[in-house]
C-alpha cells in the first residue's frame, strides 16, 4: 500500500510507464531516521528519488563563515525530497537534512539510478520535475520574504504546516521566516493565527 502511495506521488508529476513503476517498486529501499537526525546532501547512500513516508524533515545551510544554520524549506510527510547532490557543491556552507522526528524515507538506491536513466526515458524528466517543484518552494520563500510581512509569511507557513512549533526548534522556523527566534516567540504569544 505504501509503495502505492509512492507511485502516485511520483505520478503526480508525470505519467509512468508500467515498466518504471515496477522497477521503481522492485529497487525501492526504506531507511528510518531518529529526531534530529542529519544528513548532508552530497551523501551518496540516500540514493535518489526519496520520499517522505513519515515524519518531517527541513533542508538547512549550514554557513561555516558565519556559523549559522539557515533553514530554506520544511518537508512534510508524503513530499518527495529533491536530488541535492549536484548542488550541494555550489554553496557557501554545507546543506543538511535534519528529520524532525523519527521519519522512514523510501529511496532508490545509488547503484541503482544510472541504470534507470538508463533504461526509461522519462526517469530524468521526472527528476528534473521534482527538482523543478523544490526551487518554485524556495523562490516562493523567497518572494515571501521580500512580498510579505512576518506575520503573514507565518500564517502561510502554518497553512502549509499546522504543527510545525510540534516538531521544529523556534529558531529553525524564524530562520526560514526571516525574523529574530525573540520576534517569532513574541508573535506566538500574541497569538497570531494560533491553532
Not at 521526472?126 to 500564517?155: G, P, Y
Request: net charge positive; hydrophobic share 40%; proline share 4%.
Amino acid at each position: 500500500m505504501e509503495k502505492e502511495k509512492y507511485l502516485q506521488t511520483l505520478s503526480a508529476y508525470q505519467k509512468l510507464s508500467p515498466g518504471l513503476k515496477s522497477y521503481l517498486k522492485i529497487t525501492l529501499q526504506e531507511t528510518v531516521f531518529d529526531g534530529l537526525e542529519k544528513i548532508s546532501a552530497s551523501d551518496t547512500s540516500l540514493g535518489g528519488y526519496c520520499y517522505l513516508r513519515k515524519g518531517s524533515a527541513r533542508l538547512f545551510l549550514y554557513d561555516t563563515e558565519s556559523e549559522q544554520e539557515v533553514t530554506i524549506l520544511f518537508l512534510n510527510s508524503t513530499q518527495v525530497i529533491p536530488d541535492l547532490q549536484p548542488i550541494a557543491s555550489h554553496f557557501k556552507g554545507n546543506l543538511f537534512i535534519e528529520f524532525l522526528g523519527s521519519s522512514t524515507l523510501f529511496f532508490i538506491p545509488e547503484k541503482h539510478i544510472a541504470n534507470l536513466h538508463k533504461l526509461f526515458r522519462e526517469a530524468i524528466p521526472l527528476q528534473m520535475a521534482i527538482s523543478a517543484e523544490a526551487w518554485a518552494q524556495t523562490i516562493n520563500a523567497l518572494s515571501d520574504l521580500k512580498l510579505l510581512n512576518a506575520h503573514q509569511r507565518l500564517n502561510k507557513l502554518l497553512d502549509y504546516f499546522p504543527n510545525i512549533f510540534n516538531v521544529a526548534a523556534v529558531k529553525n522556523v524564524a530562520t526560514y521566516l526571516g525574523v529574530h527566534p525573540s520576534t517569532l516567540s513574541a508573535m506566538r504569544t500574541k497569538g497570531i493565527k494560533s491553532r
